[in-house]
């Protein structure tokens, strides 16, 4: 054997090695059915519990927003008693608050006063 063939002959083994080696990285590297199967269902899981996650967020963010109306509304209701309490307050002549008061609210009537109700019903 001549130099040039010894060397194209090193070169086919190196080549060969090479091949053997890249086989056995490949091999390594593939996973086993059983283990694709399980990553798998284990994506699959995670993905569901994002989503289901995210939905049950919008869900009580939903909520969340009725029940802040809700308080806006509760609010609203008591700045305008609140403001009446100052009307009422603000008064000078109290005697004419009470009057008024008997009279709307507890049902009083001055004496020699008649009143009639309509008890025909609508």
């Known amino acids: 054997m001549n130099e040039s063939e010894a060397r194209k002959a090193e070169k086919i083994r190196k080549n060969a090695q090479a091949v053997r080696k890249k086989r056995l990285s490949m091999k390594k590297r593939q996973t086993s059915p059983l283990m694709r199967f399980i990553i798998t269902v284990t994506s699959f899981v995670f993905v569901m519990y994002c ?9 009580e963010i939903a909520e969340k927003k009725q029940e802040l109306d809700l308080l806006y509304e509760q609010a609203e209701k008591l700045e305008e008693q609140n403001a009446e309490y100052l009307s009422i ?26 009143r009639f109700y309509d008890t025909a019903g609508k």
Request: glycine share 2%; aromatic share 12%; hydrophobic share 40%.
């Open 89 to 114: 307050l603000s008064e000078e002549d109290e005697r004419a608050f009470m009057e008024r008061y008997a009279v709307e609210v507890l049902g009083y009537a001055y004496p020699n006063e008649r």
């Open 51 to 59: 989503v289901t996650s995210i939905i049950m967020t919008q869900a």
